[in-house]
Nanobody, 127 residues
Framework: QVHLVESGGGSVQAGDSLRLACTAS????????VGWFRQAPGKEREFVAA????????YYSDSLKGRLTISRDNAKNTVYLVMNSLEPRDTAVYYC????????????????????WGQGTQVTVSS
């Protein structure tokens, strides 16, 4: 199990940008991949982005592609998610998740393929 902590959420205005951070506890085993998901009230938790730990390949939700950048800072053991041009529809709790098992590209979009989850960080976008 990987202990994950999200940070960087908050209340912003439409058009603003945010950088979310997902930090793994020191000493944790390297995951195969880290993903970001979000869940709005009454909605299913949906895939946002993911990054493979070994080769740094990145994957993005088709609907959000172009507004997102996911990256990794090895020294800080942290994965970042930069979201640009935020809209009210982006309002949700954003979760960081990790899988220590290898997954296909499609598998990285599925919540049940991740064994470790952070506590979530709230992002609220007002118009």
């Amino acid at each position: 199990q990987v202990h994950l902590v999200e940070s960087g959420g908050g209340s912003v205005q439409a058009g603003d940008s945010l950088r979310l951070a997902c930090t793994a506890s020191s000493g944790a085993s390297d995951p195969a991949a880290v993903g970001w998901f979000r869940q709005a009230p009454g909605k299913e938790r949906e895939f946002v982005a993911a990054i493979r730990w070994t080769n740094l390949n990145t994957y993005y939700s088709d609907s959000l592609k172009g507004r997102l950048t996911i990256s990794r800072d090895n020294a800080k053991n942290t994965v970042y998610l930069v979201m640009n041009s935020l809209e009210p529809r982006d309002t949700a709790v954003y979760y960081c998740a990790a899988t220590i098992l290898p997954r296909t590209s499609m598998g990285l979009t599925r919540t049940h393929n991740y064994g470790s989850w952070g506590q979530g960080t709230q992002v609220t976008v007002s118009s």
